[in-house]
C-alpha cells in the first residue's frame, strides 16, 4: 500500500513539475523607480499606490496575454540613489523595462542608467526637455515636457481669462513670478518665449530665492506693478509664504495662475485653507470630462479613481493620475504586442503608436518623437500628445477648467474677490 | 514713500524675529563659547512640538508656550548633559562635529517621524492691522513685542539677578568663579538649557508665520549665525539690532534691486561689518574669546 502511495505522490510531483510552467507563465517584471524617502517622498508614494493600483487591474485582468506582471521596487530618492538603484535592478535582478520616476532631476538618472544599459524605460512624469533631447534609444516620456506647462498657463490667460475679464489680450497686465532653480526658472523661460510670439508684453518678470524668509520685497513690487493676471512657480513652502504674505499686504489680483509643483500639492488646502480658492493650476489634469476619454478608457478611469479614493481616502493629484495614465498605457498598448520583450522589440511598437488624445485616462493620446520632430530634431521619445491643462482650486476640491474639452466645470471667481471679501 | 514705509518697518518686524530665535544662540555662545549647530533643528523641533499641541488640544500656537518652553529647557539640558558637556574640555572642533552630527541626526529623524510634508497652523488674527496705507500682520507685530520684553528681560536678569551675577562670573573668570564657589559646571548647564527654552519660545512666535518641514532649520540657522556675529557675539542687545539690521537689508534690497539674490545683500553687509567692526555692532573687544560683554 504505501509502496504505491509512493507511487502515486511521485507521480502526481511529476506532473506538478511538467504542468507548472504551462498552468501559470513566468511574470513580465518591470523595475518601478520612485522617490519612496526623503524630500520627494510624499509624491513618490501616490505614485507608486497609483502604479499598484494599475498593476492589481491588470493582473485581474488575467494580466498580459496570461503573464502576470510583476513589480521590483527601487527608491530613487536623488538622482545618485536612483542611478545605483536602477543599475542594482538590472544587474541583480535582470530587470529589462523600467518605469517611475515621478520628478525630473530622477527621471534623468534613471533613464541614463537605464540607456547604458541597454535597458528600456517607460517615464510617467518627468517634464525637463533635457530627458528626450540627449540622442537615447529606449527612453519613452509619455509626460508632457516642461514648456507644455507654461504654454497652458498663457494659451488659459488669452483664450479664456481675457474674456472673462472683459479687456482684450493687449490690454491684460501679466506678472511673470519664478523661483530661480532648475524647474521654476526653465518654466519661467518657457513662458517668457511664449508670450513674445502672442505679442504680450509682461508688466513683471522676475525670480527670487526658493529660500527666502520674507516675501515682502515681491509682494510690494507686485502692487506697484499692480497686474490683472499673476503667473506664478513655485514650490510648496514658498507659494505658502507668498499667498499668506498677499494677503497680509493685501495684493489682490483679478487672476493668480500657479504652475505645478507648489500650487497643485493637494497639501496646500492643509497648508492655508481657503485661501486656496479660485486659485488656477496650470498641471497634469487630476481627472478629467469623461466625456473625452474613449468609452474602454472612461470605465478603467472610472475604476482607477474609485479604488484610490477608497485606498487613499482622497482623489488623486495630477502627477498620481499621469503616473496610472502611463503605466496602463505600457501595460495595454505596448506590452501585449511584445514577443520577445526585448528593448529594441518594445522601442519599434512604442515608435508605432498613435492613440488619440482621450485615449489614455487623463485624457492624453501617444505619439512619440523619433528624432523627426520639426522643433527639435534631436528629440527622441517625447510623447507629443500628452494632456496639460489649467485645473481650479474650489470649494469642494478642484475642477478642470482648460482647455474647453478636458473641463469638467466653467472657471469661476474671475475676477477673483478682494481678501477683505474672501 | 508708502512702498518705502511699508518695507522699512516691515523689514523691522521680521527682523526682530529672526532676532528672538538668535538670542538663544547669542548666550550660549557668550558663556559656554561653543557655537552650537544644530539651532536650527532645535527651532524645528520646538516648531514640531507647538504644532503637535495645537492639532492635539484644538489651541492657538500660542498657549503652546507653556509646554514648549519648559520642554526645550530639559531638552537643552539633556543635549548639554550627553553631547555638549564631555565635549567642553576636548578641542574646539569636537564640539563643532557633536552638534553637526546632532543637526543631522535631528533632521533625519523628523524626515522618518513626520515626513516631507510642510506643517502649518492657520492664521491667529483673521486680517492684517491696517495704519493708513500700511499693513501689518497681528502675529508679527506680537512677535516684535515679544522680542523686545524677552530682551529686557533677559538683560535684566543678567545684570540684577544673583543667577546673572553668577553667569558673569563665569564669563569673566571661569576658575576664578569657581574658587569663589560658583558651581561653574550647573551655570553652563542652566544656560545651554535657558537658550533652548528661548527656542522654544521663538517656536511658538514664528509657527503662525512660517510651515514647519523637517529642513525648516536650514532656512534659518544661517541668518541666526550671522545676527549673533553682526551683533557681536555673546550681545543680546547685539542679537536685536544685528536681526533688525539683517530685516530691513533683505527687505530693502529685495525691492530696490532684486529679490533674486535672496541673502546675498545681508552677508554684504555682514562683510562690511567684519571689515570695519571686526567685533560686531555691539560687542566687546575680543568677543570672539571673552565672550559676553561685563
Redesign the interface.
Known amino acids: 500500500m504505501s509502496f504505491f502511495l509512493r507511487l502515486a505522490i511521485f507521480a502526481l510531483s511529476l506532473f506538478t513539475i511538467t504542468a507548472g510552467p504551462v498552468a501559470a507563465q513566468e511574470p513580465i517584471r518591470i523595475g518601478v523607480l520612485l522617490p519612496l524617502?526623503?524630500?520627494?517622498?510624499?509624491n513618490g508614494l501616490e505614485n507608486w499606490e497609483a502604479m499598484q493600483i494599475a498593476r492589481d487591474m491588470i493582473n485581474e485582468r488575467g494580466g498580459v496575454n496570461g503573464r502576470k506582471i510583476e513589480y521590483l521596487q527601487g527608491d530613487a530618492t536623488n538622482p545618485n540613489a536612483a542611478i545605483s538603484e536602477t543599475e542594482r535592478l538590472i544587474t541583480r535582478e535582470g530587470i529589462k523595462i523600467t518605469t517611475g520616476s515621478f520628478a525630473s532631476p530622477l527621471a534623468i538618472a534613471v533613464s541614463q542608467a537605464a540607456e547604458r544599459n541597454g535597458v528600456f524605460h517607460w517615464e510617467t512624469t518627468g517634464a525637463a526637455e533635457i530627458i528626450t533631447r540627449r540622442g537615447f534609444k529606449h527612453t519613452f516620456q509619455v509626460g508632457a515636457p516642461a514648456r507644455k506647462y507654461g504654454q497652458a498657463a498663457v494659451d488659459f490667460v488669452v483664450e479664456d481669462l481675457a474674456k472673462r475679464l472683459k479687456k482684450p489680450v493687449a490690454d491684460l497686465k501679466i506678472a511673470l513670478l519664478w523661483e530661480?532653480r532648475a524647474f521654476g526658472k526653465s518654466v519661467g523661460d518657457g513662458i517668457r518665449a511664449y508670450v513674445e510670439t502672442k505679442k504680450i508684453k509682461l508688466v513683471y518678470d522676475?525670480?527670487?530665492?526658493q529660500?527666502?524668509?520674507?516675501m515682502?520685497?515681491?509682494v510690494?513690487?507686485l502692487?506697484?506693478a499692480a497686474p490683472d493676471v499673476l503667473i506664478a512657480i513655485s514650490f510648496?513652502?514658498d507659494a505658502?509664504?507668498f499667498q499668506?504674505k498677499a494677503?497680509?499686504?493685501?495684493l489682490n489680483v483679478a487672476a493668480f495662475v500657479g504652475v505645478s509643483a507648489g500650487y497643485s500639492s493637494p497639501?496646500l488646502r492643509?497648508?492655508?485653507?481657503d485661501m486656496v480658492n479660485g486659485i488656477f493650476v496650470a498641471d497634469f489634469p487630476p481627472k478629467v470630462n469623461p466625456n473625452v476619454l474613449k468609452p474602454e478608457t472612461r470605465k478603467v478611469a472610472d475604476e482607477f479613481y474609485k479604488r484610490y479614493e477608497a485606498k487613499l481616502q482622497r482623489p488623486p493629484a495630477g502627477h498620481a493620475a499621469a503616473g496610472f495614465s502611463a503605466i496602463w498605457a505600457l501595460f495595454t498598448e505596448v506590452l501585449p504586442k511584445a514577443k520577445t520583450f526585448q528593448p529594441d522589440e518594445l522601442r519599434e511598437i512604442a515608435l508605432k503608436l498613435d492613440l488619440p488624445e482621450g485615449s489614455l485616462v487623463n485624457g492624453s493620446g501617444i505619439k512619440f518623437t523619433n528624432f523627426d520632430w520639426a522643433d527639435d530634431t534631436k528629440d527622441a521619445g517625447q510623447n507629443l500628445r500628452a494632456s496639460i491643462g489649467v485645473w481650479q482650486w474650489t470649494k469642494q476640491g478642484n475642477e478642470q477648467v482648460f482647455p474647453p474639452k478636458l473641463a469638467t466645470h466653467e472657471a469661476i471667481d474671475v475676477p477673483m474677490p478682494d481678501w477683505?471679501k474672501r | 514713500m508708502t512702498a518705502f514705509s511699508q518695507l522699512l518697518i516691515s523689514g523691522i518686524l521680521i527682523g526682530s524675529i529672526y532676532a528672538l530665535m538668535s538670542i538663544g544662540l547669542t548666550l550660549v555662545f557668550g558663556v559656554l563659547r561653543v557655537v552650537n549647530f544644530a539651532h536650527g533643528e532645535f527651532l524645528m523641533l520646538a516648531m514640531y512640538g507647538a504644532w503637535g499641541i495645537t492639532q492635539v488640544l484644538g489651541l492657538n500656537p500660542y498657549w503652546g508656550l507653556i509646554a514648549i518652553v519648559p520642554a526645550m529647557f530639559l531638552f537643552g539640558a539633556i543635549v548639554h548633559r550627553l553631547i555638549v558637556q564631555p565635549a567642553l574640555d576636548k578641542p574646539h572642533l569636537v564640539v563643532v562635529f557633536a552638534t553637526m552630527g546632532l543637526s543631522i541626526f535631528m533632521q533625519n529623524v523628523a524626515l522618518m517621524a513626520m515626513s516631507a510634508d510642510l506643517r502649518d497652523v492657520p492664521p491667529v488674527f483673521a486680517q492684517s492691522v491696517i495704519i493708513g496705507p500700511l499693513y501689518f500682520k497681528a502675529e508679527l507685530l506680537l512677535g516684535f513685542v515679544v522680542t523686545l520684553v524677552c530682551t529686557v528681560a533677559l538683560q535684566w536678569i543678567i545684570r540684577k539677578t544673583y543667577l546673572g551675577k553668577a553667569i558673569r562670573a563665569t564669563v569673566q573668570d571661569g576658575e576664578a568663579a569657581m574658587l569663589m564657589g560658583i558651581p561653574v559646571p550647573h551655570i553652563f548647564l542652566i544656560t545651554f538649557a535657558g537658550g533652548s527654552a528661548l527656542v522654544g519660545l521663538a517656536a511658538c512666535i514664528m509657527l503662525p508665520l512660517f510651515s514647519v518641514f523637517p529642513t525648516v532649520g536650514l532656512n534659518f540657522v544661517l541668518i541666526a549665525f550671522v545676527i549673533v556675529v553682526l551683533g557681536g557675539m555673546g550681545s543680546i542687545e547685539g542679537a536685536l539690532l544685528g536681526g533688525i539690521c539683517v530685516g530691513v537689508v533683505q527687505s530693502l534690497s529685495g525691492y530696490y534691486i532684486a529679490p533674486a539674490f535672496g541673502q546675498m545683500f545681508f552677508f554684504i553687509l555682514f562683510l562690511l561689518v567684519m571689515i570695519f567692526r571686526p567685533n560686531g555692532l555691539l560687542g566687546q573687544k575680543g568677543a570672539a574669546n571673552i565672550g559676553m560683554n561685563s
Open positions: 524617502t526623503g524630500p520627494f517622498a510624499k530661480n522676475e525670480g527670487y530665492d529660500f527666502a524668509t520674507d515682502t520685497p515681491i510690494q513690487k502692487k506697484d510648496p513652502n505658502i509664504l499668506r494677503k497680509e499686504l493685501n497639501d492643509t497648508s492655508i485653507g477683505n
